[in-house]
């Protein structure tokens, strides 16, 4: 995100604020109490990205025959949870928006404070990681919370049937600025994708399908909040990243790594929530 241009970087914004505005108009009062009684859950998510995603980087740098610059990345990326694509994916499951939405926030949030320790602690050498801890806070606060809220309180002083058609309008909204910025940037991807080369790509593919799976497993019991986890697992935070890496790693190899890893990330997450969606449109023809 911080390598956009202007009209990419605006979309970006508004898929954001529109996504969690469709959340927040989704969710009540008791959805509220519901997902704050829900604690083993969210310690399980927690525990899925800050952890286990992070032994899975680490194992894989070691492990792999990776180039120093994408090995740092890998370690980047798996320290920095977050994903705030996947509301792309997540927001529209029925049931498990406002965990969805609660995740992007909650991961991003904590990932400005304990990504910088983690990244430390798995980095070679006396490596200082920068990170410009006000513009990560506000971007989160403007971004995610505020528009989170803001739709929670339209939600609670609207008629039912405004405040869900607001909430379908903000959703549509969000997934045509999403579409476009993929289409905007694409070019920009696909030279740090050839850039980064096959094998490196096929590492990083390794690395979403193993972090998917690790969310998927410490999901729960329901199908949604598995499918929610699985997608926020595996789509890191980026835009962190490169945040992170501007300041602290002179070498632009590692941004090129990382925006290509923001390009691998999103068809696999599309590919599983479109077999979600047909799956779940076939039992429920059966039911």
């Known amino acids: 995100m911080f390598l956009m241009d202007t009209l990419p970087r605006i979309l970006t914004y508004l898929f954001l604020v529109t996504a969690m505005l469709s959340v927040g108009m989704q969710t009540t009062t008791r959805d509220l109490r519901s997902l704050l009684a829900s604690k083993r859950l969210l310690f399980r998510a927690l525990l899925a990205n800050f952890v286990i995603v992070r032994i899975i980087g680490i194992l894989l740098t070691r492990m792999l025959p990776l180039k120093p610059e994408a090995a740092v990345a890998f370690l980047l990326l798996a320290c920095t949870p977050g994903g705030i694509s996947a509301l792309q994916f997540t927001t529209k499951i029925k049931g498990a928006s406002l965990f969805a939405?609660?995740?992007?926030?909650?991961?991003?949030?904590?990932?400005?404070?304990?990504?910088?320790?983690?990244?430390?602690?798995?980095?070679?050498?006396?490596?200082?990681?920068?990170?410009?801890?006000?513009?990560?806070?506000?971007?989160?606060?403007?971004?995610?919370?505020?528009?989170?809220?803001?739709?929670?309180?339209?939600?609670?002083?609207?008629?039912?049937?405004?405040?869900?058609?607001?909430?379908?309008?903000?959703?549509?909204?969000?997934?045509?600025?999403?579409?476009?910025?993929?289409v905007l940037i694409m070019s920009q991807r696909k030279e740090a994708m050839n850039a980064v080369g096959k094998d490196a790509l096929l590492y990083m593919l390794l690395f979403i399908v193993l972090s998917m799976v690790a969310g998927w497993f410490m999901g729960g019991p329901a199908r949604e909040t598995r499918h929610v986890l699985a997608s926020v697992t595996g789509m890191r935070n980026v835009a962190l990243c490169l945040l992170i890496a501007l300041n602290t790693f002179p070498d632009p190899a590692v941004q090129t790594s990382l925006v290509a890893f923001s390009a691998l990330m999103v068809p696999p997450n599309m590919l599983y929530t479109l077999y979600w969606a047909i799956r779940s449109k076939r039992k429920a023809r059966v039911g």
Not at 107 to 118: E, G, K, Y
Not at 129 to 143: D, E, H, N, Q
Not at 165 to 170: A, D, F, N, P, T
């Open 101 to 182: 939405g609660s995740c992007a926030f909650i991961m991003s949030f904590l990932a400005v404070f304990l990504s910088p320790v983690l990244l430390e602690l798995a980095l070679p050498g006396n490596i200082s990681v920068v990170v410009p801890y006000g513009r990560a806070l506000l971007f989160i606060v403007a971004f995610l919370l505020l528009p989170l809220v803001l739709g929670m309180v339209a939600t609670s002083r609207l008629k039912e049937g405004l405040s869900g058609k607001l909430s379908k309008l903000s959703g549509l909204i969000s997934a045509v600025a999403f579409v476009v910025v993929i």
